[in-house]
């Protein structure tokens, strides 16, 4: 199983960016997909899940109203629409996959099984 995270970038605050996560060697559309971040020395954290079966959403509460998860499981692709940056959300950006059960998802990053490279999005003031 792989995945390649993409499209993060330099963005005045106030931008917008989506990043993309393409997964390969597993049946996409059976597993949740997460996204997480990580700042300079900080703890790797949730950003936001969309589930498998019926495709329910997760957001930490940061970004609920902003970000926005989707996927394509045609293009075995899963979105992070950002919308209204802030400087704070600067961080590399990873996509992950976990086995979990329908309509589930998880909050911890330990609970996810595969991880792509990371994207580092960067929003100045």
């Known amino acids: 199983v792989q995945l390649q995270a993409s499209g993060g970038g330099l963005v005045q605050a106030g931008g917008s960016l989506r990043l993309s996560c393409v997964a390969s060697g597993i049946t996409f559309s059976d597993y949740a997909m997460g996204w997480f971040c990580q700042a300079p020395g900080k703890e790797r954290e949730f950003v936001a899940a969309i589930s498998w079966g019926r495709d329910l959403t997760y957001y930490t509460d940061s970004v609920k109203g902003r970000f926005t998860i989707s996927k394509d499981n045609a293009k075995n692709t899963v979105y992070l629409q950002m919308n209204s940056l802030k400087p704070e959300d600067t961080a590399v950006y990873y996509c992950?996959?976990?086995?979990?059960?329908?309509?589930?998802?998880?909050?911890?990053?330990?609970?996810?099984?595969?991880w792509g490279q990371g994207t580092l999005v960067t929003v100045s003031s």
């Open positions: 992950a996959l976990g086995f979990f059960y329908p309509k589930s998802y998880s909050w911890y990053s330990r609970d996810y099984d595969y």
